[in-house]
């Protein structure tokens, strides 16, 4: 078995907490991931026991060894998920605090020459790249991304490389759009002209739809933030390079092996990040035969990739006798209707109803999704399109097609309604 099936979709959605039901507004279909996915029930346990635990790590106890045996526990785990050349990672408030620090890291420490972006990016990276280039003295230099296709290729990168490009960030995939990047063609590219670059990726919003393989990138850093991986809000987890790791950068004075992790930092978060490496584990054992963990994990990531697809196809292009959000009149549906880079979301705009209105009359029927608006965190997508906002729809591998459907029908009465 490749896929998810209707028996194992119900054992999926079991493992999450407030799956159908909001502890605030009642019942409710979850299309809101890309905000932050659903939490596992063992992430949420594993939250209060550790919650309650008074020791820290490096102390005579058993307590304290028991502490540092999970983290290094859940690293290797890391490891094994991210399919890294290494276990070097550590974690940090959120994923765009440690994108500020790698980045930060990463301009000051490198020789004279320019940082390279993208216009897709998340303002986590753009900012970051913005501050601390100038700081620096390099130039900041953004390559613009495909609109139509909403997503940045090699092709957009390979002009801009230049031998002294010494900073390069690129999106995994972006949570505007729901389109994927292909990270290790860019990395070749840039490589291919400056070999010695410095390449962070934004992670955040790819990571809960698996396949992650880091040693076949050939990057420096990685960053992800687990609220958008089933673990909870609170830290985020950074990848690096040993080159990387090697940069100059803040550390307790005579803290040996200079670590990058600022003070006590929360087992608890290194041990929820081994429930989510668990459930993938879990997840890959009912769809596949592997005996390999990550090739268990990896063959989750390919049936959640699937069921992700059949949801987004269901929702575009119809289920049952319900038409297609691309069969609505006046629809806009960034990055085209068919785009095979497309990652559980589906961003669009209709001309008779505004984005916040219609989320709000969506709402009204049960059914939770976000405006994106031409501001701070979208206007780089939003703004080349001539569009003020646009409504995301973002589900997961647990959505299920019944839940298209009532998304559907409420699209339906709504513009109907609507006249």
């Known amino acids: 078995m490749t896929h998810i099936t209707p028996d194992l979709l119900t054992d999926i959605r079991a493992k999450f907490a407030h799956v159908d039901t909001c502890p605030f507004d009642g019942e409710r279909i979850f299309f809101e991931n890309a905000g932050g996915a659903l939490t596992l029930n063992t992430v949420v346990e594993t939250s209060g026991k550790m919650a309650a635990i008074p020791d820290n790590q490096g ?15 859940a690293k290797a785990d890391m490891q094994v998920f991210f399919g890294a050349p290494s276990n070097r990672f550590f974690v940090g408030e959120s994923g765009t605090e440690l994108l500020f620090r790698l980045i930060r890291a990463a301009c000051l420490g490198t020789p004279e020459g320019k940082v390279l972006g993208s216009t897709l990016e998340h303002p986590a990276s753009r900012s970051a790249c913005d501050r601390w280039a100038k700081i620096a003295g390099k130039p900041y230099v953004t390559v613009g991304h495909d609109d139509a296709r909403g997503s940045v290729f090699a092709e957009n990168y390979a002009p801009e490389v230049t031998p002294d490009t010494v900073v390069a960030t690129i999106l995994h995939t972006s949570p505007v759009t729901g389109m994927a990047v292909d990270v290790a063609a860019i990395a070749k590219a840039i490589r291919a002209v400056a070999p010695e670059c410095i390449i962070i990726v934004d992670g955040i919003q790819h990571a809960a739809h698996g396949r992650l393989d880091i040693e076949s990138y050939d990057i420096d850093g990685y960053v992800i933030s687990p609220y958008k991986v089933f673990s909870r809000h609170g830290y985020g987890v950074a990848w690096m390079s040993e080159r990387l790791a090697g940069l100059s950068h803040d550390h307790l004075l005579n803290a040996p092996g200079e670590p990058w992790e600022l003070g006590t930092r929360d087992t608890g978060a290194y041990a929820t990040f081994s429930d989510v490496v668990g459930y993938f584990d879990w997840l890959g054992a009912q769809v596949s035969d592997e005996s390999d963990r990550r090739a268990r994990i990896m063959a989750a990531g390919e049936a959640i990739h699937a069921q992700e697809k059949a949801l987004t196809e269901a929702m575009l292009h119809g289920t049952g006798n319900l038409k297609g959000l691309a069969e609505f009149e ?82 339906k009465d709504i513009t109907e309604a609507k006249g």
Request: proline content about 5%; aromatic content about 4%; hydrophobic content about 40%.
């Open 59 to 73: 102390r005579d106890n058993p307590a304290s060894a028991a502490l540092q045996n999970m983290i290094d526990t």
């Open 330 to 411: 006046g629809v806009t549906i960034l990055g085209g209707v068919d785009n095979p880079l497309r990652e559980g979301l589906v961003s669009f705009a209709l001309d008779a109803i505004p984005a916040p209105e219609l989320v709000s009359a969506l709402r009204e029927h049960g059914v939770r999704v976000h405006t994106r608006k031409a501001d701070h965190y979208s206007g780089n997508i939003l703004d080349p399109l001539g569009m003020a906002h646009c409504v995301r729809v973002s589900m997961c591998h647990y959505n299920s097609e019944a839940e298209v459907a009532r998304f559907l029908q409420a699209m």
